[in-house]
T-cell receptor, first 117, second 109 residues
Framework: DAGVIQSPRHEVTEMGQEVTLRCKPISGHNSLFWYRQTMMRGLELLIY????????DSGMPEDRFSAKMPNASFSTLKIQPSEPRDSAVYFC???????????????FGPGTRLLVL | GQNIDQPTEMTATEGAIVQINCTYQ??????LFWYQQHAGEAPTFLSYNVLDGLEEKGRFSSFLSRSKGYSYLLLKELQMKDSASYLC??????????WGAGTKLIIKP
């Protein structure tokens, strides 16, 4: 299994530009999570999907952030317009909800390191 | 409210044993996870506990006491490659993970 795939791995952009992060979850997983990690705030859940439907987006910082999951194998996180305070590592994770307990382990992608100048 | 507490940083010596504690308060409980995260990398799954007691996996063990809202991760025979952050996360009644801030473990020769 290829694991969770994210692209790009690194992104440097200027303030005001649109940024799109992409994620392909593990095949067969039906839940997908977008996280942001910074030194100051640690790992923060932004939004998660079950069966392609957004369930909880209360962690999305503001309207500049949006996420979509058009199908079971692809999701995007978009920031428009980007600001320097958005600089962070953005992780995508997936898991199955078809069984409980240990099988609900979340598996993380390698992350996208975003720097907004 | 929901809260996970773990020490910010710990230092240990190569070959020694270290215990990383985690206390939690969550609305409901459906298990506790420990993840390891090396600098610049993604978190990776280490262990899962849902019943009281000790789960051993090689050099790593994880303990849970549900009545005390307490868990620890025990690392034996420390190696330099164990230098990483260790994240404690609880699954609440909605099966959502509540994450701790992580403990940075520094291993010295």
């Amino acid at each position: 299994d290829a694991g969770v795939i994210q692209s790009p791995r690194h992104e440097v952009t200027e303030m005001g530009q649109e940024v799109t992060l992409r994620c392909k979850p593990i095949s067969g997983h039906n839940s997908l999570f977008w996280y942001r990690q910074t030194m100051m705030r640690g790992l923060e859940l932004l939004i998660y999907f079950n069966n392609n439907v957004p369930i909880d987006d209360s962690g999305m910082p503001e309207d500049r952030f949006s996420a979509k999951m058009p199908n079971a194998s692809f999701s995007t996180l978009k920031i428009q317009p980007s600001e320097p305070r958005d600089s962070a590592v953005y992780f995508c994770a997936s898991k199955t909800t078809l069984a409980r307990g240990r099988l609900e382990t979340q598996y993380f992608g390698p992350g996208t390191r975003l720097l907004v100048l | 409210g929901q809260n996970i507490d773990q020490p910010t940083e710990m230092t240990a010596t190569e070959g020694a044993i270290v215990q990383i504690n985690c206390t939690y308060q969550t609305s409901g409980f459906n298990g506790l996870f420990w993840y390891q995260q090396h600098a610049g990398e993604a978190p990776t799954f280490l262990s899962y506990n849902v019943l009281d007691g000790l789960e051993e996996k090689g050099r790593f063990s994880s303990f849970l006491s549900r009545s005390k809202g307490y868990s620890y991760l025990l690392l034996k025979e420390l190696q330099m490659k164990d230098s990483a952050s260790y994240l404690c996360a609880c699954m609440d009644s909605n099966y959502q993970l509540i994450w701790g801030a992580g403990t940075k473990l520094i291993i010295k020769p």
